[in-house]
C-alpha cells in the first residue's frame, strides 16, 4: 500500500515536472519532449541489453542446445 501511494504522488510529480520542463525547453537544444518518465524515480524502463551479441556461431550453439532439450 505505501509502494503504491508513492508511486502515485511521483506520477503527479513528475507530469507537472515534464509540464514545466517543456513549457522552458528550448526545440533548437532539444527537439525530443520531456515525458514524466524521465523524472519519475519509481517508471520501470527497459534495459539496454549489455549481453552478447547475436552471432551466426552463437546461433548454432543455441541450435543444439534447443535440439538436444538442454537446459542453460
Given at each position: 500500500?505505501?509502494?503504491?501511494?508513492v508511486e502515485?504522488?511521483?506520477?503527479r510529480?513528475?507530469?507537472?515536472?515534464?509540464?514545466?520542463?517543456?513549457?522552458?525547453?528550448d526545440p533548437k537544444k532539444?527537439?525530443?519532449p520531456y515525458t514524466p518518465?524521465?523524472?519519475n524515480p519509481t517508471s520501470v524502463r527497459p534495459r539496454q541489453s549489455r549481453?552478447?551479441?547475436?552471432?551466426?556461431?552463437?546461433?548454432d550453439i543455441l541450435k543444439v542446445l534447443v535440439h538436444n532439450g538442454s537446459s542453460v
Open positions: 500500500m505505501y509502494r503504491g501511494k502515485d504522488e511521483w506520477g510529480t513528475s507530469s507537472a515536472m515534464a509540464l514545466f520542463a517543456n513549457a522552458n525547453r532539444r527537439s525530443k518518465d524521465d523524472f549481453g552478447t551479441r547475436l552471432t551466426s556461431k552463437n546461433i
